[in-house]
């Protein structure tokens, strides 16, 4: 068994003997490279890859138009995202370029792999939300001056390349995993749809079939009804209030959007609790029942749908 002792480092009370704790300003070299003319931007992702941008899917991403204090970046170096290392945007860059100021751009004497799961590490168990001093949320500002300050527990090199060997490993068959599984729930959704749309639209009904006098349902049994939605519901449509209530830590659930996912509603997202006063004044408008459907008007999740299924109250905005 290796003798331990204590770390002086809150979020790990003990290391090996032979490992040591040393500052951020000791351990990394803040690099500050003038990038060049014909250098592709790098962006470092929440993932952990740092990569060139024309190597990833860009979608759901803001980029600067202008290029105002971007530096050179290597490949091999260790690259910390200023604004969202705390989710996880920290990595070793498989690329040359060039890369925002938001990117703290280093190299080191010891293995930069180990540093980037360590690092990731703080990440994910929100040592560097803890750090933070900012007002954003999910947010943690972090410039080299906190970085530099930072303990790094250390062990010898040797053994910091046989960790970060042993990790890529495990996390590559782990990665491996996650893919196959995420493929697979891919195809399952699209059987789902197309499960869904055959019975909706009538299409797995074998009798004679009719036009549908719809542009995207070609036919339809012909014992089916093509009527307004306005015809078949039992009161009519409305939306929620649109001011912003005062929100508590108990009462009755409020929900909006967000809590609207995959058919159902997650209270677990709901905004927060209103008082009874306010609901009365939500409930003129419209009262949630159980079997009632709501459908989101506005926004990324425009056309989500999720039916009532519950009998305590609440209400939505």
Same mark, same amino acid.
């Given at each position: 068994?290796?003798?331990?002792?204590?770390?002086?480092?809150?979020?790990?009370?003990?290391?090996?003997?032979?490992?040591?704790?040393?500052?951020?300003?000791?351990?990394?070299?803040?690099?500050?490279?003038?990038?060049?003319?014909?250098?592709?931007?790098?962006?470092?992702?929440?993932?952990?890859?740092?990569?060139?941008?024309?190597?990833?899917?860009?979608?759901?991403?803001?980029?600067?138009?202008?290029?105002?204090?971007?530096?050179?970046?290597?490949?091999?170096?260790?690259?910390?995202?200023?604004?969202?290392?705390?989710?996880?945007?920290?990595?070793?860059?498989?690329?040359?370029?060039?890369?925002?100021?938001?990117?703290?751009?280093?190299?080191?004497?010891?293995?930069?792999?180990?540093?980037?799961? &360590?690092?990731?590490? +703080?990440?994910? !168990?929100? *040592?560097?939300? %803890?750090?933070?001093?900012?007002? /954003?949320?999910? $947010?943690?500002?972090?410039?080299?001056?906190?970085?530099?300050?930072?303990?790094?527990?250390?062990?010898?090199?040797?053994?910091?390349?046989?960790?970060?060997?042993?990790?890529?490993?495990?996390?590559?068959?782990?990665?491996?995993?996650?893919?196959?599984?995420?493929?697979?729930?891919?195809?399952?959704?699209? &059987?789902?749809?197309? +499960?869904?749309? !055959?019975? *909706?639209?009538? %299409?797995?009904?074998?009798?004679? /079939?009719?036009? $549908?006098?719809?542009?995207?349902?070609?036919?339809?049994?012909?014992?089916?009804?093509?009527?307004?939605?306005?015809?078949?519901?039992a009161m009519r449509v409305v939306d929620g209030p649109h001011e912003s209530p005062?929100?508590?830590?108990?009462?009755?659930?409020?929900?909006?959007?967000?809590?609207?996912?995959?058919?159902?509603?997650?209270?677990?997202?709901?905004?927060?609790?209103?008082?009874e006063e306010y609901c009365d004044l939500c409930?003129?408008?419209?009262?949630?029942?159980?079997?009632?459907?709501?459908?989101?008007?506005?926004?990324?999740?425009?056309?989500?749908?999720?039916?009532?299924?519950?009998?305590?109250?609440?209400?939505?905005?």
């Amino acid at each position: 068994m290796r003798k331990m002792k204590d770390s002086g480092v809150a979020w790990i009370p003990y290391i090996p003997d032979n490992w040591n704790v040393l500052r951020g300003k000791n351990v990394l070299q803040l690099m500050s490279r003038s990038p060049e003319n014909n250098d592709e931007v790098i962006t470092c992702f929440r993932d952990g890859q740092v990569t060139k941008r024309s190597n990833r899917k860009t979608e759901g991403f803001t980029f600067s138009d202008k290029e105002i204090g971007y530096q050179g970046i290597h490949e091999g170096d260790l690259v910390i995202h200023g604004m969202d290392g705390f989710a996880g945007a920290i990595g070793i860059s498989d690329s040359d370029g060039k890369g925002s100021p938001v990117l703290i751009v280093c190299t080191s004497d010891h293995n930069n792999k180990y540093l980037m799961y &360590y690092l990731r590490t +703080l990440a994910e !168990e929100n *040592v560097f939300l %803890a750090l933070a001093t900012g007002i /954003r949320e999910r $947010s943690c500002d972090l410039r080299w001056n906190k970085i530099s300050v930072l303990p790094f527990i250390l062990p010898p090199i040797e053994e910091q390349q046989r960790i970060s060997d042993y990790l890529d490993d495990k996390c590559g068959k782990v990665d491996a995993i996650i893919a196959k599984q995420e493929n697979f729930i891919e195809t399952m959704k699209s &059987y789902r749809l197309s +499960l869904i749309t !055959e019975c *909706v639209t009538g %299409a797995d009904v074998k009798e004679k /079939r009719i036009d $549908s006098g719809i542009p995207y349902v070609n036919s339809i049994p012909a014992c089916w009804e093509n009527r307004k939605l306005l015809s078949i519901l039992a009161m009519r449509v409305v939306d929620g209030p649109h001011e912003s209530p005062e929100l508590f830590d108990e009462g009755i659930p409020y929900i909006s959007a967000t809590a609207i996912e995959n058919g159902k509603i997650d209270f677990s997202k709901m905004r927060g609790y209103i008082s009874e006063e306010y609901c009365d004044l939500c409930d003129q408008r419209y009262k949630p029942k159980r079997g009632d459907i709501l459908v989101i008007k506005l926004g990324a999740s425009t056309g989500w749908v999720a039916m009532v299924e519950t009998d305590e109250r609440f209400n939505l905005r």
